[in-house]
Structures are given as C-alpha cells and as structure tokens.
C-alpha cells in the first residue's frame, strides 16, 4: 500500500476516535512530523479524506472535521443562514452579483409571471464558518421588492426582506436532483468538478397574499449537506 494511503488510514481512525465534527486537525507541519513523512505525502493523505467527505479544507484557517453531514431542514420558512444558525453553525452570505433582467418564457414558466415582468436576480455564496458550501440564485418579483437591488448587502435575504419589507415568505413547493458543477461553481465552492452538488428549486410564496415572491436555485456541496423534509414546518 502507498505510504499516503496508510497515513490516511491511520488518520481516518484517529479522527473517528478523537475528533468531532466541527474540530480542526493540528497543522500540516505537527502532523508530517508525527507520521514522520513530508509534507506533500501528508496533502495527499488528506486530499483522500477530503474526498471521502470527512475533512473540509477552510482556506486561512486549516481541515476541518465534517464526517457527520450537516442534516440540513427544507422547512416552508425556508432561511437557509437561521436554518444552520439553529444548529449552532455560523453561518453568512456574501452577494456575488445584482441585476435587473425581464422573465424570458422558461423563468415566467417557473414563476407563474408573465413574459417580460421586471425581475431582481441576486446571486449569493453562503458560507459555514467562512467556508463556501452552497450557491443561491434568487429570482424575485422587482415590484414587490422595490429598491432592493440598491439596498441589499448581505446576510439572510429572506430576513431582509421581511425587516425592510414587512413581508413574511414561505416555501411552497421545491425539487430536489443532483449535477456535477460548472468549472465557475467549483471555483466558487472549492470543490472538485468530480464532486455532486444537491440542486433544490423553489418557489417561495407571500404568505399574506400567497402571491409567488421568488424562484430559487441552491447548489449545495454533497459532501457537507443532507437534506431533510419537514413538510409540515
């Protein structure tokens, strides 16, 4: 057996027994030293439990314990930063990109609007611990949300809302498949293009009107997230 193959072996045996999830490994340094091997032979030990879905590389802070995937709640509130907050993560959302487009005929399909309705599209990276683990695409109905595009920053979109606007939104409906990432998203998430990600798409809903507000597009890594149904939450 290759010499990084044993060390991962080994170190796959001291996590389960040591570590739990959320725990950092000591630095790469301590640990070539212990397994008395350089430090490339270590990167690639790691690399085959970062594959595996046990570890989770956080750039500036190190390996990160993950084994236990986060069990994460499709609820009909539907915030995705409250949801792991509730879990005890620290979670937060940084907005890549903000622009004003017209519902071509698929997205006025999927959003029960008419063709050419002025849409806000907002692209968000939500991150665990400052770790990208999911990318949203929101779709939202630009005159029920006037003004947005120029005040939203960050943070949970769907509390915004709800503080800025006085608007309350529940899910009403979502799929759930899976892709391999974009060359783009693999970036964004640091993930490898060989890696799954869980697609969910939502429509969410006013729930004084019950009028469709937002479609949503989450992209998340499978080797952080499972999804769990609550449909009556």
């Known amino acids: 057996m290759a010499v990084y193959l044993e060390v ?3 170190l796959e045996s001291d996590i389960r027994n040591h570590f739990d999830s959320g725990q950092f490994l000591p630095s790469e340094m301590e640990l070539a030293e212990r397994f008395s091997i350089n430090r490339h032979t270590l990167r690639r030990a790691v690399d085959e439990l970062v594959n595996a879905g046990l570890l989770l590389r956080q750039h500036g802070k190190g390996t990160m314990v993950v084994d ?6 499709l609820r009909s509130k539907g915030r995705f930063t409250e949801s792991l907050e509730d879990i005890g993560l620290q979670a937060s959302c940084e907005v890549i990109s903000i622009r004003e487009i017209s519902a071509d005929i698929k997205l006025a399909k999927r959003m029960w609007v008419e063709v050419g309705t002025p849409i ?3 692209e968000t990276v939500r991150c665990i611990e400052q770790a990208p683990v999911c990318l949203i695409s929101h779709y939202l109905v630009s005159h029920l949300l006037p003004g947005i595009a120029q005040t939203f920053k960050e943070g949970s979109l769907h ?3 709800e503080m800025q606007y006085q608007k309350k939104i529940r899910r009403d409906q979502s799929l759930i498949g899976a892709s391999l990432p974009t060359r783009a998203e693999a970036l964004q998430l640091k993930c490898s293009r060989s890696l799954p990600l869980i697609i969910v798409r939502s429509n969410n809903r006013l729930k004084e009107s019950n ?4 479609y949503s597009v989450s992209r998340s890594r499978s080797d952080v997230f499972e999804m769990k149904i609550n449909p009556e939450e």
Do not use: L, P, V
């Open 68 to 73: 236990n995937k986060i069990e994460y709640s």
């Open 8 to 10: 991962a072996e080994a």
């Open 211 to 214: 009028e469709i507000i937002e």
């Open 120 to 122: 806000t599209h907002i």
């Open 159 to 161: 509390q915004w809302i």
